[in-house]
């Protein structure tokens, strides 16, 4: 992004989106600050912001369990979202249109959103790929994007794993580089260096 503004003054956007025909654009002239524009997106429809990238959108974050809207910063829950952008439904599938909106036509979109300051949201994950530890949120996806930095890994897959006292546990499938090996003890090991939040250790690795 930013040698695209460097060489020709070109600002590239952020964009979230999915087939169902939701959709979220972080550009220039709704977050002109391009170092949050990387991972901020205008939570369009909010009481309050104004937007100029989309009307007619209304966008809320959920905890599905209870129904409530939730508005505190930093709060992470289900993205749902209303627009006439937004499909009717799924094909030949009443039971699936049925538990994917509300009765207020509000589409959930399966995602976990993270809010933000100054009226924005972020991605965080994809709900099912959310390892609870405990009561605690892990993002798989964070964990992998952690380990593809590590050097002798070139790729590696984050799971959750059934387990009788938390719930669940973080299990990583890593595939090592050619003529490459590690255990366990070693990605603990790089992920403290990097210091993340022990409970976001891996606790069981398949090589």
Not at 154 to 180: N, S
Request: one cysteine or more; aromatic letters at 10%.
């Amino acid at each position: 992004m930013t040698e695209f503004k460097r060489r020709w003054d070109i600002d590239i956007g952020n964009i979230w989106g999915q087939n169902e025909g939701t959709g979220i654009v972080s550009g220039p002239r709704d977050v002109p600050n391009m170092e949050e524009r990387v991972d901020h997106l205008p939570q369009f429809g909010k009481v309050g912001s104004t937007w100029m990238s989309a009307e007619g959108i209304e966008t809320k974050i959920v905890d599905p369990t209870t129904g409530q809207e939730l508005m505190e910063a930093g709060a992470v829950e289900e993205l749902a979202y209303k627009g006439p952008n937004v499909f009717p439904g799924y094909y030949k599938r009443p039971d699936l249109t049925a538990k994917s909106f509300d009765q207020d036509g509000f589409f959930y979109t399966g995602d976990l959103f993270q809010i933000r300051e100054g009226n924005c949201i972020s991605f965080f994950d994809r709900k099912k790929d959310i390892i609870i530890r405990g009561g605690q949120n892990i993002s798989a996806q964070e964990v992998e994007n952690i380990l593809m930095s590590h050097t002798k890994i070139t790729d590696v897959a984050a799971v959750g794993m059934p387990d009788d006292i938390l719930g669940e546990r973080t299990c990583v499938y890593v595939v090592a580089k050619p003529g490459e090996t590690l255990d366990l003890t070693e990605v603990k090991a790089f992920m403290h260096d990097r210091e993340v939040a022990i409970y976001k250790w891996p606790e069981r690795m398949e090589l």
